[in-house]
């Protein structure tokens, strides 16, 4: 079994900083790439941000010069630093990572419980 655990979010004022974790655990043989989704309300889930094993990123428009992500590999973790936050940014952010299982060594796609980000104006 594999989990996806996200920390960070929390309640931050417009122009304000948030720094979202992901950590991978279990039967883990490696991660491919690793990414950030987000869903605000009554919209549908969009991707932010991605890596890929080799830390080639790629980002949404919408946050590209704001939002930065960033991957530890010995640690299975996948970080999304996010400046100058905007009351648009307001949604549930998803971790998602796609990996080879160290109990078949095939690939899965996995995604965490979300993490509420909130920005007030």
């Known amino acids: 079994q594999v989990q996806l655990v996200e920390s960070g979010g929390g309640l931050v004022q417009a122009g304000g900083s948030l720094r979202l974790s992901c950590v991978a655990s279990?039967?883990?043989?490696?991660?491919?790439?690793m990414g950030w989704y987000r869903q605000g309300p009554g919209k549908q889930r969009e991707l932010v941000a991605a890596?890929?094993?080799?830390?080639?990123?790629n980002y949404a428009d919408s946050v590209k010069g704001r939002f930065t992500i960033s991957r530890d590999n010995a640690k299975n973790t996948v970080y999304l630093q996010m400046n100058s936050l905007k009351p648009e940014d307001t949604a549930v952010y998803y971790c998602?990572?796609?990996?080879?299982?160290?109990?078949?060594?095939?690939?899965?796609?996995?995604w965490g419980q979300g993490t509420q980000v909130t920005v007030s104006s």
């Open positions: 998602n990572a796609d990996l080879i299982s160290d109990y078949d060594l095939s690939t899965y796609d996995y």
């Open positions: 890596i890929t094993s080799g830390g080639v990123t």
């Open positions: 279990g039967s883990v043989f490696s991660i491919n790439h």
